[in-house]
């Protein structure tokens, strides 16, 4: 019998471990940088608060436990929101959490039942400059990683309700469910459904043409003042804001719609690829934190590690460190010296723990790590390391110090 991880989830092997671990410390560098916090929260929390305003699809999602009473979160916003509305934090409160949420679906390429996500939101801002914020932080992060030409799709939840409720009124919120579909089934299906809802067939056609149909930012915003000037107002100030922060790629995409119905403002995705999907995306949620206690401004952007990291795929995560390989036995002390040098200038340092020699260390090392310090007689006798490149070969003869420096570079 082959002992398998459950399905949609996962075992992570060393070198991809090591891969994910460097993605998600650039994605943190970045986030800090822009003045962001962390904080964290159970995985577990109360089905009474998650299934507040999460919409049904997600509600048949959750992973139950306790008689029901309790599940794995689905997302890492609705967790906030408890803690937000009873804390009283400086505001704007700017948080950042890396961690996993849990969903029973299908699986899907770059998106499992357990998966990673790397949220940044900010508490008790009206203004749009936190949207641009939050995008041109996201859209910095995805670059750290060697990305470009993103594209950021923008909408505004307040358009795509009123689109819905001019087509069936009183229907919204099953209108925002089908339309949030559309992607995954197609045009043909969604105008289906539709009519099964009780729209007119010729209705829902020219609804998903509205919604897709191309022009310019400018073309499209007259478009959105139509349904609602102040949502047309907000996404002309995110597009103006964004500019000064040097993002581009902005396109306003009425049929974006993302199914929590928590949003009630702009909603954003960004996009780098057609195969894989947006690799990230979130939007406003002013009305969250009120369910919960004290009520505030809210908007937030997640990226998805695993739809990254699937984008990344093929990339070979470098090798760091260095192995301290003893010629003798009896060096084996001086080699533990080197180490723990090295390991208080912040370098992973290893030695042989299974007493082997020269030759099989240096095997070993060239697995496992970047470089090799080689220690003998006359290495103890100077006071010094052989500090040999494993990716280039070259060695040569050098103190403590200068073998931190190298290994640094």
Same mark, same amino acid.
């Given at each position: 019998?082959?002992?398998?991880?459950?399905?949609?989830? &996962?075992?992570?092997?060393?070198?991809?471990?090591?891969? &994910?671990?460097?993605?998600?410390?650039? !994605?943190?560098?970045?986030?800090?940088?822009?003045?962001?916090?962390?904080?964290?929260?159970?995985?577990?929390?109360?089905?009474?608060?998650?299934?507040?305003?999460?919409?049904?699809?997600?509600?048949?999602?959750?992973?139950?436990?306790?008689?029901?009473?309790?599940?794995?979160?689905?997302?890492?916003?609705?967790?906030?929101?408890?803690?937000?509305?009873?804390?009283?934090?400086?505001?704007?409160?700017?948080?950042?959490? !890396?961690?996993?949420?849990?969903?029973?679906?299908?699986?899907?390429?770059?998106?499992?039942?357990?998966?990673?996500?790397?949220?940044?939101?900010?508490?008790?801002?009206?203004?749009?400059?936190?949207?641009?914020?939050?995008?041109?932080?996201?859209?910095?992060?995805?670059?750290?990683?060697?990305?470009?030409?993103?594209?950021?799709?923008?909408?505004?939840?307040?358009?795509?309700?009123?689109?819905?409720?001019?087509?069936?009124?009183?229907?919204?919120?099953?209108?925002?469910?089908?339309?949030?579909?559309?992607?995954?089934?197609?045009?043909?299906?969604?105008?289906?459904?539709?009519?099964?809802?009780?729209?007119?067939?010729?209705?829902?056609? &020219?609804?998903?043409?509205?919604?897709?149909?191309?022009?310019?930012?400018?073309?499209?915003?007259?478009?959105?003042?139509?349904?609602?000037?102040?949502?047309?107002?907000?996404?002309?100030?995110?597009?103006?804001?964004?500019?000064?922060?040097?993002?581009?790629?902005?396109?306003?995409?009425?049929?974006?719609?993302?199914?929590?119905?928590?949003?009630?403002?702009?909603?954003?995705?960004?996009?780098?690829?057609?195969?894989?999907?947006?690799?990230?995306?979130?939007?406003?949620?002013?009305?969250?934190?009120?369910?919960?206690?004290?009520?505030?401004?809210?908007?937030?952007?997640?990226?998805?590690?695993?739809?990254?990291?699937?984008?990344?795929?093929?990339?070979?995560?470098?090798?760091?460190?260095?192995?301290?390989?003893?010629?003798?036995?009896?060096?084996?002390?001086?080699?533990?010296?080197?180490?723990?040098?090295? &390991?208080?200038?912040?370098?992973?340092?290893?030695?042989?723990?299974?007493?082997?020699?020269?030759?099989?260390?240096?095997?070993?090392?060239?697995?496992?790590?970047?470089?090799?310090?080689?220690?003998?007689?006359?290495?103890?006798?100077?006071?010094?390391?052989? *500090?040999?490149? *494993?990716?280039?070969?070259?060695?040569?003869?050098?103190?403590?110090?200068?073998?931190?420096?190298?290994?640094?570079?």
């Amino acid at each position: 019998m082959d002992y398998l991880p459950p399905k949609g989830m &996962r075992d992570f092997l060393p070198d991809e471990m090591r891969q &994910r671990e460097e993605v998600i410390e650039a !994605i943190k560098e970045v986030y800090r940088s822009f003045g962001f916090v962390p904080m964290e929260t159970p995985a577990l929390e109360s089905v009474e608060v998650l299934e507040k305003k999460c919409g049904e699809e997600i509600r048949g999602q959750l992973f139950r436990i306790d008689d029901g009473r309790l599940a794995l979160r689905f997302d890492l916003t609705v967790p906030l929101s408890r803690v937000a509305s009873s804390n009283a934090f400086p505001k704007p409160f700017k948080r950042y959490c !890396i961690a996993p949420v849990w969903r029973r679906e299908e699986p899907q390429k770059g998106r499992l039942r357990e998966f990673l996500q790397a949220d940044i939101d900010i508490i008790g801002c009206p203004t749009m400059r936190a949207e641009a914020e939050l995008i041109a932080c996201a859209t910095s992060a995805i670059e750290r990683l060697g990305f470009s030409g993103a594209t950021v799709r923008l909408n505004d939840r307040r358009i795509i309700s009123a689109v819905a409720s001019r087509l069936l009124p009183g229907k919204e919120s099953q209108v925002l469910r089908i339309l949030d579909k559309r992607e995954k089934i197609g045009n043909d299906a969604v105008v289906s459904m539709l009519a099964e809802l009780g729209a007119k067939k010729e209705d829902a056609q &020219r609804l998903i043409l509205e919604l897709t149909g191309g022009g310019s930012n400018e073309e499209k915003l007259k478009i959105a003042a139509s349904y609602s000037k102040e949502a047309a107002e907000d996404l002309k100030k995110i597009i103006e804001l964004a500019r000064e922060y040097k993002v581009s790629g902005i396109v306003i995409d009425f049929s974006l719609v993302r199914g929590l119905d928590y949003y009630t403002g702009p909603i954003f995705e960004i996009r780098l690829s057609d195969e894989i999907g947006s690799v990230g995306g979130g939007g406003r949620y002013d009305g969250l934190l009120s369910l919960y206690g004290q009520g505030d401004f809210a908007v937030g952007i997640s990226l998805g590690i695993e739809r990254l990291m699937a984008l990344l795929k093929g990339r070979k995560a470098g090798k760091r460190g260095v192995f301290v390989a003893a010629v003798k036995d009896e060096l084996y002390p001086y080699a533990l010296e080197v180490a723990a040098f090295l &390991r208080n200038r912040g370098i992973a340092a290893q030695t042989d723990l299974n007493m082997r020699n020269l030759k099989k260390q240096v095997e070993y090392a060239s697995l496992v790590c970047r470089w090799l310090a080689v220690v003998g007689e006359r290495e103890k006798k100077e006071g010094k390391i052989t *500090l040999r490149d *494993l990716e280039s070969g070259k060695e040569e003869l050098v103190s403590f110090e200068q073998a931190a420096v190298k290994i640094r570079q």
